[in-house]
RNA sequence: GGGUGAUUAGCUCAGUGGUAGAGCGCUUCGUUCACAUCGAAGAUGUCAGAGGUUCAAAUCCUCUAUCACCCA
């Protein structure tokens, strides 16, 4: 049956997909070769309620490329793919799910109500990712596929499996060792999802805000002299000042404020550090001081050069509270609001006065327990409080007031009295500067982070950093592009705790269990176990055997226990045992564990540990992670200290780095800017092969990738010439019988004895281009090879030999013909598996299916024949010259003419005698016939040695034919200067490697031969004309 | 502010010291039986700018300009 003359990639590519699946074609192991080496893969898990988009398809692309190139080796080949569960994004699906459908709220139905839902999602959803990454023709072990939550308590049937197991084994042994310790730090939270999230979370975007500027009056009316000097020491600007002057884009964490900062070079301060001054706002009767300190942090430069420092609600405020030992003063609540809570601001105010005038000190949690919101604010939204602080500390006439012509407020000032502008009011206008600042934003929720005073779980990263370093540094890891090690150095380098605690359900809750401290005390004592029997075990011990646990819900439960037993306890400078059999209270810590955490055990979790088993065994550590640049920090510098931490070995041999696919005009692909190219629908448009290809065609290292649709279907166009190639040789019967692969043919026509060399020559480059990573160089390799090489030169010059009378010629062309195609499947198989094995199918008769074909070992050194190379060479110089010769002097592509020739060499005339069937075809020649002279109006073609030449009799523009041939000597003579210049200089031949001064050599002498050509049949012109 | 990178044909980009390249687009011609998702031929460059190293620089070094990204 004769092949269509496309591919139908929509009809063909589930069909394939499904066969290959069905056949286990893509298990673990599959393919291998008794003893071969492994080869394994961990997929960079997507979201369980992910869809593919440009960036997975770029990424599992090529992955699938390194997959199928190995696994076709014959290695030991695994591809392990999953997912993550993506604790907050997850979250907020299913929330929003609800809402939608009228349910009950999280809150409301509870967690375990909430975590069913969740569950039921993922098993709706989860397959979304899964089939998508099937239609790219991702060949992963589906039947290994893993999840970072499998095996959770609440699970469903179906959903087992070892990851919740190896996360909390991981947990507790990260603890028992002192890597991980509970505390409360700055954190940043996020208002919305009311939780902490990682710093890596955390956009930072440029926003249009405000830089107020408020006076700090100076305690009991103190005053000094406020001098500002130029560089030399010559007096700008002095006054008389009562306050120090503030600038501040978050006014309402004023409240907060627990001193004055000045830069202790900062001559200006001098005077009055140490002293207290008043913050601006509140009741003015309880109005708090604070002193003025020296540390590191304010640059003078900027605004007045004096800082507030706010430690409970600013990163660059906490280290200078921390340094400075000034209390941290939480103003907020989980969702941002100004707290209601505690003791009236009368009482809390006093709390901090005294501690300002150094009378007490307070503990973290008892500072926390301050709440210093003026009660005329509390339960405000913190961007309203910010309105209502402005507007009363302007009211009070503390804003720094300035013209209204002060360059500084952005407005553009009115017209000048004698420019015919209004009267000037005198009147003074306060200093708020419009500018824009930098503002964190949560990179799910997209609303303003708040830094937040919170306890957390942290890993402590600097234990462990050190073989996460090491390993790079001696290259036991390798990370490609080069310079992303440098990305990863800086960070790794300056590492910050992690915190992996999170204030979510949907996740790993922390193995942490609390319960009143024997020994006494207002705090809760936490142990840390892998169960909760375990953990009332380590409680029992001590407490003693007979004690009697209740575990409850939450904190508030167990309060609620503990306070009801109060009675009954005596407190003897310790909380003792109550009178009678009384539960102590045990509750669970509420908090789940950063996705990223269990996240970073994937390379040993999906592997089955901590079961030794056979897969990691085999598998582990991987041999290679391919992942963007956007997630060095998130995934794999914890990959590495992880894997180093709990199993003390690399996760992977190498990291190769990719960059961002982008579109066409170079922006970012993101849903706000509707430039989202959907692979999907390209796959749909141009088929999954083309997509496949284009993004291995541009994955340059570490370059960004812009996509257009133009591209893909260019990329598509080679498929399907690629597929017509092909035809064409089935309609000729190359494969009749055919069975291949097999060795190559031998070879009597030069056309085929080249072509088998071309063929070796460029299986080895796109090995040595995959080995390297480098995936533009392989797919452009084959690019040219298919197209430009077999299609436009080798498919030609078979012809006439197919069609030729020497049955031992037409056989030897078949074979050839069958070998180089076999070749350009299995090499183009990892890059465009549908279309390869859907050929592979149908051409020929196959014992084993492509994807499991034998990849190419041939060298070039056996099969490169350097004669067949010259003479080929020779043939493709003489048609094409005659061919541009042709179209230039405008003679009818249909036309068959003469050729004359003079000069042919020895090699030449065997070249012509050896390919006269297919010259003559291809450069539409008649006759050749040789002379000593060429009559009149006959064009020039110089090859090599010979000159050969087309009479036209008289047709030939004469002017024409002049002026083509002096341009191309005038390129000609600029090279031979280049050459020329280089051979005589004698620097050059000093100092210049032997083989490059030979090949220049060569070159020049080239080039002289066809200037001689040239300038003759130039001279034979102009005696015409 | 710190860091990283980029600047090569109209567009998108390869090119790690030795004759400047590809794809797309453009122009002209062509439906001869693999392919019009095609074929043949052609035009197009101060390799951002300025210095330097070298026999030799798009490539290495320095500075400048512009742009992008990451981190504050």
Request: glycine content about 8%; hydrophobic content about 40%; proline content about 5%.
């Amino acid at each position: 049956m004769a092949m269509d003359k496309t591919f139908d990639a929509a009809e063909a590519e589930a069909r394939l997909y499904d066969a290959w699946d069905k056949a286990g074609s893509f298990a673990a192991g599959a393919n291998a070769q008794p003893g071969a080496e492994t080869f394994s893969i961990m997929i960079p898990p997507p979201n369980v309620t992910g869809s593919l988009h440009m960036g997975h398809a770029f990424n599992n692309t090529l992955q699938d490329i390194l997959v199928r190139w190995h696994r076709m080796q014959g290695h030991d080949t695994l591809w392990q793919p999953g997912q993550d569960h993506a604790g907050i994004a997850t979250q907020m699906v299913v929330e929003r799910k609800l809402a939608q459908e009228g349910n009950q709220g999280r809150r409301e139905m509870g967690r375990e109500a909430f975590l069913e839902k969740v569950w039921d999602w993922k098993q709706e959803s989860g397959g979304t990712i899964i089939n998508q990454l099937k239609r790219l023709g991702a060949s992963c072990d589906w039947s290994r596929n893993a999840f970072t939550m499998s095996g959770a308590p609440q699970a469903p049937e179906g959903e087992d499996g070892n990851f919740h197991d190896a996360v909390i084994r991981v947990f507790v042994d990260l603890y028992d060792k002192g890597y991980i310790y509970r505390g409360k730090r700055l954190v940043n939270w996020d208002p919305h999802f009311e939780t902490a999230i990682s710093d890596l979370e955390v956009e930072n975007v440029e926003t249009p805000g405000h830089m107020w500027h408020f006076k700090y009056p100076l305690a009991g009316g103190a005053t000094y002299t406020y001098v500002e000097k130029d560089e030399d020491g010559n007096v700008l600007f002095e006054e008389e000042r009562d306050y120090i002057s503030i600038a501040t884009t978050r006014p309402e964490t004023m409240l907060g404020d627990g001193a004055v900062a000045v830069h202790p070079s900062d001559e200006r301060y001098a005077p009055i550090v140490g002293q207290l001054c008043e913050i601006p706002v509140g009741p003015k009767e309880h109005r708090r001081l604070i002193p003025i300190i020296t540390d590191e942090y304010p640059d003078p430069d900027f605004g007045s050069g004096a800082v507030k420092i706010t430690g409970a609600h600013d990163f660059n405020d906490y280290a200078v509270a921390k340094r400075g030992d000034i209390p941290c003063y939480r103003l907020m609540d989980t969702a941002a609001r100004m707290r209601d809570d505690g003791a009236s601001y009368a009482e809390a105010a006093e709390t901090a006065m005294a501690v300002a005038k150094g009378e007490r000190t307070l503990t973290e949690a008892e500072a926390d327990a301050v709440n210093l919101v003026p009660d005329d604010l509390r339960g405000l939204d913190r961007f309203e409080a910010r309105k209502a602080v402005v507007e009363q500390i302007t009211g009070e006439g503390l804003a720094v007031m300035v013209p209204p012509t002060d360059p500084r407020l952005g407005t553009k000032p009115p017209a000048a009295p004698e420019e015919g502008g209004e009267p000037r009011d005198e009147q003074l206008v306060p200093l708020v500067e419009t500018k824009p600042i930098m503002q964190p934003f949560g990179d799910r929720s997209k609303v303003v982070i708040e830094p937040m005073l919170t306890d957390q779980w942290f890993v402590d990263t600097t234990q462990i950093v050190g073989p996460a370093l090491d390993a790079v540094r001696d290259g036991t890891v390798e990370i490609l592009p080069e310079r992303d090690k440098k990305v990863y150095f800086h960070w790794l380098e300056n590492i910050e705790p992690w915190c992996i605690s999170r204030q979510l359900w949907w996740g790993h809750q922390i193995p942490v269990w609390y319960a009143p401290n024997p020994a006494g005390g207002s705090e809760w004592h936490h142990v840390c176990a892998a169960s909760e029997a375990e953990a009332l075990k380590k409680l029992r011990a001590m407490w003693g055997d007979d004690a009697e646990f209740r575990v409850t819900a939450d904190e508030t439960e167990a309060l609620e226990l503990f306070r009801a037993y109060l009675d009954n306890w005596t407190d003897e400078g310790a909380i003792r045992q109550a009178q009678g059999v009384k539960a102590i209270p045990v509750f669970r810590d509420p908090d789940v564990l950063d996705t990223w955490f269990s996240s970073g055990l994937w390379p040993i979790g999906t592997l089955g540990w901590p079961e030794e088993t056979d897969a990691l065994k085999r598998y582990f550590p991987t041999s290679v992670l391919i992942t963007g640049f956007d997630i060095i920090f998130f995934w794999v510098a914890r990959m590495m200290m992880m894997q180093y931490a709990v199993v003390g070995e690399r996760p992977f041999d190498t990291v190769y780095v990719h960059a961002l696919v982008r579109d066409e005009k170079g922006k970012k692909m993101s849903k706000s800017l509707g430039n989202v190219l959907d692979p999907l629908d390209l796959i749909d448009e141009y088929g999954a092969d083309a997509v496949r290809f284009t993004l291995a065609a541009m994955a340059a290292m570490g370059r960004d990738l812009k996509l257009s649709k133009d591209r893909i279907a260019g990329y598509r166009n080679f498929g399907t010439k690629l597929w017509n190639a092909c035809r064409f040789a089935e309609m000729n019967g190359v494969f009749e019988g055919h069975q291949g692969p097999s060795e190559a043919p031998k070879a009597t026509a030069t056309a085929n004895a080249w072509i088998i060399g071309e063929t070796a020559r460029v299986r080895e480059e796109v090995d040595a281009a995959i080995g390297a990573f480098r995936f533009n160089d392989a797919a452009n390799t084959l690019y040219a090879f298919v197209w430009g090489i077999v299609c436009d030169w080798y498919v030609e010059f078979s012809k006439p030999l197919l069609a030729g009378d020497h049955e031992a010629v037409v056989a030897e062309t078949k074979a050839t013909t069958a070998w180089v195609l076999d070749r350009c499947l299995l090499m183009l198989h990892p890059f465009m598996p549908f279309i390869t094995e859907e050929l592979w199918g149908t051409l020929g008769s196959r014992d084993k299916m492509l994807v499991h074909g034998d990849w190419p070992q041939e060298s070039a050194a056996d099969l490169v024949d350097a004669d067949a190379q010259r003479e080929m060479t020779w043939v493709i110089a003489l048609i094409e010259g005659v061919r541009s010769a042709r179209a230039q002097m405008r003679v009818p592509a249909s036309l068959k003419v003469k050729l004359l020739v003079s000069g042919l060499d020895e090699n030449g005339r065997r070249a012509w005698q050896a390919n006269e069937a297919l010259i003559t075809r291809l450069a539409r020649i008649d006759t050749l016939e040789e002379t000593d002279g060429f009559p009149k109006g006959t064009v020039t073609i110089p090859v090599g040695a010979a000159t050969f030449g087309m009479p036209l009799d008289g047709v030939v523009d004469v002017a024409a034919e002049m002026g083509r041939l002096e341009k191309q000597l005038a390129k000609l003579q600029k090279e031979i200067g280049g050459l020329d210049k280089r051979l005589s200089n004698p620097k050059f031949v000093d100092s210049a490697p032997e083989d490059v001064i030979e090949e220049t050599r060569g070159n020049l002498s080239a080039r002289r031969e066809e200037e001689h050509t040239l300038e003759t049949a130039l001279a034979r012109l102009r005696e015409i004309g």
